[in-house]
């Protein structure tokens, strides 16, 4: 079983950076892929952005150009470097890992709120 551990949410100011932080842990599984995903209050769940085990990146066109996903391979961790950060992306910020045997696996989700 895969564990997802997030941190870095919080309050900010719109024009303000944030960064996100999600550590798995676990014994047993190759991870293929790690991400984020968000959801807003009344929304579907969407994706941010999401980074591959050979580097192939993936972006929202709304954070293109503001936001930065990042992994750390021999610590199991990815990282979203949130800047000019906007109200509309506040929502509960979630963690996504695609690994084998174990499948997709999420953590436990991490609040961040933009104020205008």
């Known amino acids: 079983q895969v564990q997802l551990v997030e941190s870095g949410g919080g309050l900010v100011q719109a024009g303000g950076s944030l960064r996100l932080s999600c550590a798995a842990s676990?014994?047993?599984?190759?991870?293929?892929?790690m991400g984020w995903y968000r959801q807003a209050p009344g929304k579907q769940r969407e994706m941010v952005a999401i980074?591959?085990?050979?580097?192939?990146?993936n972006y929202a066109d709304s954070v293109k150009g503001r936001f930065t996903i990042s992994r750390d391979y021999a610590k199991n961790t990815v990282y979203l470097q949130m800047n000019s950060l906007k109200p509309e992306d506040t929502g509960v910020y979630y963690c996504?890992?695609?690994?084998?045997?174990?499948?997709?696996?999420w953590g436990q989700g991490t609040q961040v709120t933009v104020s205008s």
């Open positions: 996504n890992a695609i690994t084998y045997p174990h499948g997709g696996s």
């Open positions: 676990g014994s047993g599984f190759r991870i293929n892929s």
């Open positions: 980074k591959s085990n050979i580097g192939i990146t």
